[in-house]
């Protein structure tokens, strides 16, 4: 997660839980320095430490270890710190992983873009959850009928022909060539031409 998030309580909560995280420091955060690993300069690594809080504050709310981890990316020509609760991860995949969480926020992005969910009918781990992997499924279903029947539209689009399609009782071949033909049909309407051209 980014450095937005860092909230000493709520990382201590992760941590309880089992799970690890990975996240930047914030400048004025106060540590004090228990144990330093050995690291290979070469691969961009400047310090990998055992750290605790030193604030009495941010101590309260996270009492365990963490580990700190300084990291210059030579591409970018920036230096990042890293804090985390993982100390069974090299220090350079803790960074790599760091790296690729925008590949996390790219799938949540696609998530609200394709899955098209409006509104959680429930809100318990398992509401969510059950929700989330049906509109997975729906959307793989999709794909598959479009690869299988060689549709020529995108998946969105496909998407809302089944939905508005859904309690018809149409061959789906037919339900996509009544689209297709009403869309490039320039037969007479009932519409009225608004400029009269």
Excluded at 8 to 25: D, I, W
Excluded at 74 to 83: D, I, S, Y
Excluded at 152 to 169: A, D, N, W, Y
Excluded at 173 to 197: H, P, R, T, Y
Aim: proline letters at 2%; aromatic letters at 12%; glycine letters at 4%.
């Amino acid at each position: 997660m980014d450095r937005a998030y860092v909230d000493f309580k709520r990382l201590h909560v992760f941590q309880e839980g089992g799970a690890f995280f990975v996240t930047r420091t914030k400048k004025g955060i106060q540590f004090r320095r228990r144990y330093s690993r050995d690291i290979d300069a070469s691969t961009g690594l400047r310090s990998d430490h055992t750290v605790v809080l030193a604030a009495p504050a941010s101590r309260k709310h996270y009492p365990d270890p963490l580990r700190r981890i300084h990291f210059h990316d030579a591409e970018q020509h920036r230096f990042f710190r890293f804090l985390t609760n993982n100390f069974d991860l090299s220090a350079l995949t803790i960074c790599l992983l760091y790296r690729s969480r925008w590949q996390v926020e790219l799938f949540f992005k696609w998530i609200k873009q394709h899955l098209r969910i409006k509104a959680f009918y429930g809100y318990s781990e398992n509401a969510v959850k059950t929700q989330i992997w049906i509109a997975v499924s729906i959307y793989v279903l999709v794909a598959i009928v479009k690869k299988r029947l060689a549709l020529e539209g995108s998946l969105h689009e496909i998407l809302q022909v089944l939905s508005v399609t859904l309690f018809e009782q149409v061959p789906i071949l037919q339900a996509f060539g009544e689209v297709a033909s009403q869309e490039k049909s320039d037969g007479i309407s009932m519409q009225m031409n608004l400029l009269d051209l």
